[in-house]
């Protein structure tokens, strides 16, 4: 898909990021489709951490795909950093055109060049064509994630 632009999200991306999120099935219980103070403080800390990036994807003006990139240092695998991918959402109406695979590659390569040793992501365990979709992209399931909701 070469029309397709990804850069950093800037703060009037907010409100069609935060619809992103919400226009999906587990999305709709936890997320709001308006900004609130709280989306804003995110925001802003997502923004003034350089290892932190809201990455939006733009075709033809339209912002139709996101995710967030986290790169992580750690001592394991000899010290190298690795890269956490999350929120990775495409727009409803443009799903299964082959957006999400060019938005994922494109966040791959980032950690390629930025000399991860991984990338590492998390995906609800009811998400079945979310986990063909990541094994179609060379992930391997390898590990049983665990979260604590506070």
């Known amino acids: 898909m070469t029309d397709l632009i990804y850069r950093e999200a800037v703060r009037a991306d907010l409100p069609a990021v935060i619809a992103l999120l919400a226009d999906d099935v587990l999305g ?6 308006e900004v609130d103070e709280a989306y804003e403080r995110a925001f802003a800390a997502i923004d003034a951490d350089p290892r932190n990036q809201l990455i939006v994807a733009e075709q033809g003006g339209d912002l139709v795909g996101c995710l967030q990139i ?50 590492q992501l998390t995906t609800d365990k009811t998400r079945t064509d979310a986990h063909r979709f990541y094994l179609s992209l060379g992930f391997v399931s390898s590990h049983e994630g665990m979260k604590l909701a506070l």
Not at 28 to 33: E, H, I, N, S, V
Not at 70 to 75: A, E, K
């Open 28 to 33: 709709k219980a936890r997320d709001f489709t």
């Open 70 to 119: 986290t790169y992580i240092p750690g001592l394991g695998r000899h010290g190298s950093e690795r890269s956490l991918i999350e929120s990775v959402r495409v727009r409803s109406d443009r799903r299964g055109q082959g957006l999400g695979r060019d938005l994922m590659t494109w966040a791959i390569d980032q950690a390629r060049q930025r000399g991860c040793a991984l990338v």
